[in-house]
């Protein structure tokens, strides 16, 4: 099923025609919950992986015993969840009974669980060029795969991400039993199995990244809306509606958010980098609901267990992590930033 997001309230071109040199198209992944294959785009799901090329592991994390959560424990949790917030309740009955507080209470509590070796990094997205415009692949590759080490690591706090390019048609026998970890740091790097929808969007610059006179202009902008608002919101804000997609997406621009921009600069070349992928545990909120698609406006459940929310990805208290690669070589090192 396509996802569609809704046109922008407004035109923003028209009423600073200066934005327009500054659009560029991102490519909204729409995961939603499902059963994806090694053949599928995805995100959490299984990777098209030859079956002679060892798995990679995390060197910091090494066994015998961490401590964590069990993944068979947070997906159980998950799926108790979803199924109390589905059920009805009378007045005042309380979400879960006896049995299940005790497996939802077991998921969240760390304790030492043993490891064998260094921990598998765990599958977080598979991008086939067919389904993502514009995915800046190394010549003759068409599949980018990103995994991460499912714990915190310094200084950031942070996953540890791994990109692995490569050509689809050369692996002619995959792997179809891939390591798992028997535990993580984090329960919110344990993406949830989800299928793809990608579209394509325009998005301008976050209000962070426009010049400072631009930005003062559409920020006097907003407020006259706010003061004519009888409620003093406006219906239509730069940042929210009209700048930045949120969500899981491919290209477009940074969502810079709680910190200003800063230069980046590929670590090998010295060149500049552009973003390449953003996951993001929510595809849209409460100030962000403009960007909700269209066939998912008759929702009307819980927003955690809901469509918004399918990946169950959870980045340090509700932010998104961005990837980026250098624009000389998607095969340089890449970077990492946390919005």
């Known amino acids: 099923m396509t996802r569609t997001t809704p046109p922008?309230?407004?035109?923003?071109?028209?009423?600073?025609?200066?934005?327009?040199?500054?659009?560029?198209?991102?490519?909204?992944?729409?995961?939603?919950?499902?059963?994806?294959?090694?053949?599928?785009?995805?995100?959490?799901?299984?990777?098209?992986?030859?079956?002679?090329?060892?798995?990679?592991g995390c060197p910091e994390h090494t066994g015998p015993w961490h401590s964590g959560v069990s993944p068979e424990d947070v997906r159980l949790r998950r799926r108790v969840l979803a199924a109390a917030w589905?059920?009805?309740?009378?007045?005042?009955?309380?979400?879960?009974?006896?049995e299940e507080r005790v497996i939802v209470d077991r998921a969240t509590r760390k304790t030492r669980i043993p490891q064998d070796g260094p921990v598998p990094l765990v599958p977080v997205a598979q991008l086939y060029a067919r389904d993502v415009p514009g995915l800046p692949c190394p010549e003759g590759a068409d599949l980018l795969q990103v995994l991460w080490c499912p714990f915190d690591h310094a200084p950031d706090h942070l996953?540890?991400?791994?990109?692995?390019?490569?050509?689809?048609?050369?692996?002619?026998?995959?792997?179809?039993?891939?390591?798992?970890?028997?535990?993580?740091?984090?329960?919110?790097?344990?993406?949830?199995?989800?299928?793809?929808?990608?579209?394509?969007?325009?998005?301008?610059?976050?209000?962070?990244?426009?010049?400072?006179?631009?930005?003062?202009?559409?920020?006097?902008?907003?407020e006259e809306n706010e003061?004519?608002?009888?409620?003093?919101?406006?219906?239509?804000?730069?940042?929210?509606?009209?700048?930045?997609a949120p969500g899981n997406k491919a290209g477009g621009h940074a969502p810079w958010s709680f910190s200003d921009p800063f230069p980046m600069?590929?670590?090998?070349?010295?060149?500049?980098?552009?973003p390449l992928l953003t996951l993001?545990?929510?595809?849209w909120d409460g100030g962000s609901g403009s960007w909700r698609p269209l066939e998912d406006a008759g929702y009307t459940g819980h927003h955690v267990d809901g469509p918004a929310c399918a990946t169950h990805l959870s980045i340090g208290r509700g932010y998104c992590l961005q990837l980026y690669v250098c624009e000389r070589s998607c095969e340089h090192p890449h970077l990492r930033n946390m919005q």
């Not at 589905?86 to 006896?98: D, I, Y």
């Not at 791994?162 to 179809?176: E, F, I, K, Q």
């Not at 006179?213 to 006097?220: G, H, K, N, T, Y």
């Not at 993001?280 to 595809?283: M, N, Q, R």
């Open 8 to 56: 922008r309230p407004l035109d923003v071109t028209a009423l600073y025609p200066e934005l327009a040199p500054l659009a560029r198209t991102a490519v909204r992944l729409h995961p939603r919950a499902g059963s994806p294959s090694a053949a599928d785009s995805s995100l959490g799901g299984p990777l098209l992986w030859p079956a002679d090329e060892p798995w990679p």
């Open 265 to 274: 600069s590929c670590p090998e070349c010295g060149a500049g980098v552009r």
């Open 159 to 222: 996953p540890h991400t791994h990109l692995r390019w490569r050509t689809a048609a050369d692996v002619v026998t995959p792997l179809t039993d891939a390591p798992r970890p028997s535990v993580i740091g984090e329960a919110g790097y344990l993406p949830e199995p989800c299928v793809l929808h990608p579209e394509s969007v325009t998005e301008y610059p976050a209000p962070h990244e426009l010049p400072e006179e631009l930005a003062e202009r559409i920020s006097a902008w907003e």
């Open 227 to 244: 003061e004519e608002a009888e409620d003093g919101e406006a219906d239509v804000y730069y940042q929210y509606d009209l700048s930045v």
């Open 86 to 98: 589905a059920r009805p309740r009378a007045n005042g009955e309380e979400l879960l009974s006896e």
């Open 280 to 283: 993001d545990g929510a595809e």
